[in-house]
T-cell receptor
Framework: SQQGEEDPQALSIQEGENATMNCSYK?????LQWYRQNSGRGLVHLIL?????REKHSGRLRVTLDTSKKSSSLLITASRAADTASYFC???????????FGAGTILRVKS | NAGVMQNPRHLVRRRGQEARLRCSPM?????VYWYRQLPEEGLKFMVY????????ESGMPKERFSAEFPKEGPSILRIQQVVRGDSAAYFC???????????FGPGTRLTVL
C-alpha cells in the first residue's frame, strides 16, 4: 500500500506550543499534501510539497519532505485552540491521480 | 467561485434501498474523485472520473456501487441495495486539468437503518 501513515495517532498540547506530526509512505510520489479535517466536516487543503522540494512554509505551517526516507513532517507553530482537528497526509502517486490517506493525527490544543 | 458542492448533506436509507449522492465540482474543474470515510478512519479512495469517463475505479466495491460524471450535470455516486456497512461519510473532490491539489466538498453522511 502507498498510503500515508501519520504519527502520532493523537497529540494533545497547550495553546502556544508547537505541534509536529509525521508521515511515512511507501512508493514514489509526485507530491505530498497535508489536509485538515474538523470534526464532522470536509477536508481543507493546507499545503502541497513537490517531490523535488525539501521544505515549504505557509503561515504558521512548515512542511518538510525527505524522499530518501519516504517521510514528511508538518509543524504547526504557536498553536491555537482553533487548530484542534484531524490532520492527514496524502501522498500523490507518481503515476495515477489519486490521493491515499492514512488514519490521521488527532490534534487537540488546550486553551 | 463556489466550492465543491455535495447533496444531500445527510441521507438516511433503509437496507435494500438505493442511495444517490451528487457532487458538483468547482467551476472549471473536469476531474472528480469520490472517497469514503468510515468513523475514526481516514478517507479511502473509491473512483476517479473525468467527463464521461471513468479513469480509475480501483477503490470501488465490485458490486452495488457505480459512479458517473456525465457531460452535463453533477457526478453521481450510486449505491444499490444498501447495507448497514455502507453507512459512512462520502466525500467528493475536484481538480482542474493538470492540477494536483484536490478541493473537497462537505461530504454526504449516509446512514443505513
Amino acid at each position: 500500500s502507498q498510503q500515508g501513515e501519520e504519527d502520532p495517532q493523537a497529540l494533545s498540547i497547550q495553546e502556544g506550543e508547537n505541534a509536529t506530526m509525521n508521515c511515512s509512505y511507501k512508493t514514489s510520489i509526485n507530491n505530498l499534501q497535508w489536509y485538515r479535517q474538523n470534526s464532522g466536516r470536509g477536508l481543507v487543503h493546507l499545503i502541497l510539497i513537490r517531490s523535488n522540494e525539501r521544505e515549504k512554509h505557509s503561515g504558521r505551517l512548515r512542511v518538510t519532505l525527505d524522499t530518501s526516507k519516504k517521510s514528511s513532517s508538518l509543524l504547526i507553530t504557536a498553536s491555537r485552540a482553533a487548530d484542534t482537528a484531524s490532520y492527514f497526509c496524502a501522498p500523490h502517486m507518481e503515476y495515477g491521480n489519486k490521493l491515499v490517506f492514512g488514519a490521521g493525527t488527532i490534534l487537540r490544543v488546550k486553551s | 467561485n463556489a466550492g465543491v458542492m455535495q447533496n444531500p448533506r445527510h441521507l438516511v436509507r433503509r437496507r435494500g434501498q438505493e442511495a444517490r449522492l451528487r457532487c458538483s465540482p468547482m467551476k472549471g474543474h473536469s476531474h472528480v474523485y469520490w472517497y469514503r470515510q468510515l468513523p475514526e478512519e481516514g478517507l479511502k479512495f473509491m473512483v476517479y472520473l473525468q467527463k464521461e469517463n471513468i479513469i480509475d475505479e480501483s477503490g470501488m466495491p465490485k458490486e452495488r456501487f457505480s459512479a458517473e460524471f456525465p457531460k452535463e450535470g453533477p457526478s453521481i455516486l450510486r449505491i444499490q441495495q444498501v447495507v448497514r456497512g455502507d453507512s459512512a461519510a462520502y466525500f467528493c473532490a475536484s481538480s482542474p486539468p493538470g492540477g494536483n491539489e484536490q478541493f473537497f466538498g462537505p461530504g454526504t453522511r449516509l446512514t443505513v437503518l
